[in-house]
C-alpha cells in the first residue's frame, strides 16, 4: 500500500485504507493577532531553535479549513494555549466561537494556573469543550501547581482529554520533562492526557507513562517526520515497542504550523506499519480515526 506522496493523493489513500476520513487530535487555529506572534516566532526559528522553521500551511484562515476538508479530515481539534495569566478564558471564548462557525472543529478550551482557573474551566466543559491543551514549555510554568489541582480534577472526572507538551522538544524549558508531569498523574490517575509529540525526544519515557497509566494516549505531532528526525531522531525498534500499544497512539500533526506537508507525517506512520507485520491496516484506522474519534466524542 503505497503511502501519500502529496496532500492531494491523501483522500484515495483513506479510501484504500476503508477510512471514512482523518481526525485530527492536534492543530491549531488562533485568533489572528495571535497566530501572527505565533508565525513570527518561528520565522526567527533560526535565533530560537538553531534551524529554519519554515510554515508550510500559511494562509488565511478560510484556506486553511477548506485544505483541511479538502485533504479528508472528518474532525480536528483546534488548539489554543496561553502563555500568562487572563489569557486562557478569551481564548476559550474565541475557540468556542470558532468551533461553532467550522462544522468540522471540535469545541476545545486551555487552562493556566491563576486563581479561577477551575471555574472557567467548568464554564468551557458546560459549553462543550472536548479537548483541553496545555503548553508547559511555552506557558513556562509548573503543571503540578496547586492552582491548576481542581482543574485537573475535572478533565479526570470528566474523561475530556488533555494534550499537554510537556517534552523537552524541540528546545526544554522551565519545567518541561516527563517526570515532572508524572508528577500530576500520581495525583490524578484517572486523567486521559495525550502527550504531544510523544513526548519528544524522550520518546521511551513517554511510552514508560503509557505502561503506567491505563488513559494515557501519544500524539503523533512531528514524529518521524524527516525533519524531526534530524534533531530527536525515534528508536529504530520504535515501531515494535508500540505495536503493544496501538489504541494508545493518536493523530496528531500540529497543521498549520509545520514545515513540511501534511502528507509527509502520514507518510510517517505508514511507515511504521509497513516495518512491522503486527502494525497493518488495523493500526493505521485505530491511529487516524478510531481513538482520536473516541477521544474527541466523533460519532459515526
Request: charged share 25%; net charge negative; proline share 8%.
Amino acid at each position: 500500500m503505497t503511502a501519500p506522496r502529496d496532500d492531494n493523493r491523501i483522500p484515495t489513500w483513506l479510501d484504500e485504507l476503508g477510512l471514512p476520513g482523518l481526525v485530527d487530535i492536534h492543530t491549531h487555529f488562533l485568533p489572528p493577532n495571535v497566530l501572527d506572534k505565533v508565525w513570527a516566532y518561528f520565522d526567527n526559528a533560526s535565533e530560537h531553535y538553531g534551524m529554519r522553521w519554515d510554515i508550510y500551511y500559511r494562509h488565511d484562515e478560510p484556506t486553511r479549513v477548506r485544505l483541511l476538508r479538502e485533504m479528508g479530515l472528518r474532525a480536528y481539534a483546534p488548539l489554543v494555549y496561553a502563555h500568562k495569566p487572563a489569557m486562557a478564558e478569551w481564548l476559550n471564548d474565541w475557540v468556542r466561537d470558532f468551533a461553532e462557525r467550522t462544522p468540522d472543529a471540535v469545541p476545545t478550551a486551555t487552562i493556566y494556573p491563576e486563581p479561577g482557573v477551575g471555574d472557567y474551566l467548568a464554564r468551557a466543559l458546560d459549553e462543550g469543550a472536548r479537548c483541553v491543551k496545555m503548553h508547559v514549555q511555552v506557558g513556562g510554568f509548573d503543571p503540578r501547581d496547586p492552582l491548576l489541582d481542581r482543574a485537573w480534577g475535572l478533565l479526570a472526572e470528566t474523561g475530556v482529554p488533555v494534550v499537554v507538551h510537556c517534552g523537552h522538544g524541540p528546545i526544554p524549558g522551565s519545567y518541561t520533562g516527563l517526570d515532572v508531569f508524572e508528577g500530576v498523574l500520581r495525583r490524578h490517575r484517572d486523567l486521559t492526557a495525550v502527550l504531544a509529540h510523544a513526548g519528544m525526544p524522550d520518546y521511551l519515557a513517554a511510552l514508560g507513562l503509557v505502561e503506567r497509566y491505563p488513559r494515557v494516549h501519544l500524539d503523533t505531532t512531528m514524529v518521524g517526520v524527516a525533519f524531526s528526525e534530524k534533531f530527536a531522531p525515534l528508536p529504530k525498534d520504535w515501531a515494535a515497542r508500540i505495536a503493544a500499544h496501538q489504541d494508545r497512539i493518536v493523530l496528531g500533526t500540529d497543521y498549520p504550523n509545520i514545515p513540511y506537508s501534511y502528507a509527509d507525517q502520514l507518510s510517517a506512520i505508514a511507515g511504521w506499519a509497513a516495518f512491522d507485520q503486527r502494525l497493518g491496516k488495523q493500526f493505521l484506522r485505530a491511529v487516524l480515526h478510531d481513538t482520536p474519534a473516541k477521544l474527541l466524542g466523533v460519532g459515526g
